[in-house]
């Protein structure tokens, strides 16, 4: 079973991101040539495995199809989202331990 969810479409994007309220969501951006970043899956699978009794989503999101990440499109450098509600932190470039300590705080997850 994937730990992520592929949002392929702007209805998809709305349905999932926009109108979520309450949860944690974590967008891996990525382009269509590159593909969602393998290097952080084991960092995002722990977190899954810890707190996955918490309200906490993961997705992946190619930047070039969706009207939301249209900004993203074209860099190779990886780029996370972190969303709960109106608040996005975003991270670009992969570092672990900022990735994780954005997910943990906005799942008010204290270390």
């Known amino acids: 079973m994937a730990f992520q969810v592929a949002i392929t479409d ?6 999932e991101i926009e ?7 974590v967008v891996d951006v990525h382009q269509n040539w590159t593909g969602p970043c393998v290097a ?3 960092t995002l699978k ?3 495995f810890d707190h996955g009794d918490k309200p906490l989503k993961m ?5 070039s199809k969706l009207t939301a990440l249209h900004d ?5 450098e990886p ?6 509600d109106d608040d996005r932190v975003e ?16 799942l008010g997850v204290k270390e």
Do not use: H
């Not at 109108?19 to 969501?25: E, S």
């Not at 997705?59 to 930047?63: C, E, G, I, L, P």
């Not at 993203?72 to 190779?76: H, L, R, T």
């Open 72 to 76: 993203y499109a074209g860099p190779c």
């Open 59 to 63: 997705f992946t999101a190619d930047a």
């Open 10 to 15: 702007n209805d998809a994007w709305t349905e």
């Open 19 to 25: 109108k979520v309220r309450g949860a944690t969501l």
């Open 40 to 42: 952080a899956q084991s």
């Open 79 to 84: 780029l996370f989202m972190v969303i709960k």
């Open 91 to 106: 991270i670009k470039g992969l570092d672990a331990p900022k990735l994780r300590a954005a997910i943990l705080e906005k």
């Open 46 to 48: 722990k977190i899954v």
